[in-house]
């Protein structure tokens, strides 16, 4: 068994896309980013699909080159047919068999990693986006990319919960720009391949995911509370705490991805996430204190200078069109899901991060 998921995570997102996943039946995956925090779950979830469901086996073909994978990345048990190729995307790539999906999950998504690496966040969302895109297109493949629901800024409250059709409200320049403009810059570079090429393209822009396998320095707001937790700390708040957001659990948020790679629409985008309940931040350490049962400290702070603090004062998902086009529903509660990873944090973490 692996430390970085729960079987019963596992096996519930098998069983929910059952009849759709019947399409990988005997089909090659190629999926950057494979060593990430999403990607060693889509290892998972297919290696479970290839022993209880699938009548042929489907093949995968992993690309990650470690730059944000970290340790947990690098330590990944062998699975039967997954293909493993250290390879970084912003540079070209063949591959001799015939690819029938790409996924391009290759990314710096956590706000303080793409702070620290602009210019690698760039690329790879731009350059490592064609590339895949090229790929794509000579194999006929369906592809799809995964943006961000940063790619919207910060909201004015009438476009809250935000719809696909909302154009954002982003900044050029600032320090959460290498990451939203280049997620936006991936989404054109899609929509171009698909109108002027008749790629198979679709966008996801997830909607804060979180749950089991988020290494403990991956600096999002849940793995500092469930590191700061172990070792006792107070947990950090930072700004005033009255930001929201929405938290998706890992389970509603990949069976939404492997949806949009299944049944996406050519040329659409999907918000995936879990509408309810936005939260703020201060918030969040309740709910947080409800499902451990105890108080737990926490301290609001000036945003640390490792943290790009322009960021969105509220952000919650439409996915009404998710929930229309892919028959896309969340089912775990925000309650449930802290539960599920704060019982897996509280065995994983050290409390060092
Ligand atoms: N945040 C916090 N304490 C932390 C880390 C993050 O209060 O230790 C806040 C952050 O200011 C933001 C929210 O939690 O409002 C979510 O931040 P995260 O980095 O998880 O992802 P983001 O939504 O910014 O991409």
């Not at 290696?47 to 690098?74: A, R, T």
């Not at 957001?245 to 050519?266: E, K, N, P, Q, S």
Request: glycine letters at 8%.
């Amino acid at each position: 068994m692996s430390t970085f998921s729960l079987p019963s995570d596992t096996e519930e997102i098998a069983k929910r896309v059952t009849t759709a996943a019947m399409d990988f039946s005997g089909k090659t995956v190629l999926m950057t980013g494979g060593r990430g925090f999403l990607g060693r779950h889509f290892m998972d979830t297919f290696n479970y699909l290839n022993e209880h469901i699938l009548p042929e086996p489907m093949k995968l073909v992993v690309l990650d080159n470690f730059i944000s994978s970290g340790k947990e990345g690098k330590n990944i048990p062998k699975f039967p047919h997954v293909e493993f190729i250290e390879h970084n995307v912003i540079n070209k790539f063949e591959y001799s068999g015939k690819i029938d999906y790409i996924i391009h999950a290759a990314g710096i998504a956590s706000p303080f990693y793409y702070r620290a690496h602009p210019i690698e966040t760039l690329e790879v969302a731009i350059t490592g986006t064609k590339n895949m895109l090229q790929l794509a297109e000579a194999n006929n493949a369906r592809f799809t990319f995964f943006s961000s629901s940063e790619v919207y800024g910060d909201p004015d409250a009438k476009h809250v919960p935000m719809q696909e059709s909302y154009r954002g409200n982003v900044s050029s320049m600032g320090p959460r720009a290498c990451y939203d403009e280049s997620k936006r810059v991936g989404e054109t570079l899609c929509y171009i391949f698909h109108e002027n090429n008749g790629v198979h393209t679709n966008v996801i822009r997830p909607f804060n995911v979180y749950g089991p396998g988020m290494q403990e320095t991956d600096y999002r707001v849940l793995p500092n509370f469930a590191s700061r937790i172990k070792s006792g700390m107070p947990l950090h708040v930072y700004g005033s705490g009255g930001q929201t957001r929405t938290f998706c659990y890992l389970t509603d948020a990949i069976v939404g991805f492997l949806l949009v790679f299944l049944r996406g629409v050519a040329g659409e985008v999907y918000n995936i996430g879990n509408p309810k309940p936005e939260i703020t931040i201060l918030e969040l350490v309740k709910r947080v204190e409800t499902v451990l049962g105890k108080k737990v400290n926490h301290e609001v702070i000036e945003y640390p200078d490792s943290y790009p603090a322009d960021e969105p004062l509220r952000r919650a998902p439409d996915i009404r069109k998710a929930k229309i086009q892919l028959e896309y529903t969340p089912e775990v509660s925000l309650e449930d899901g802290l539960k599920r990873f704060l019982d897996w944090s509280d065995k994983t973490y050290t409390g060092d991060a």
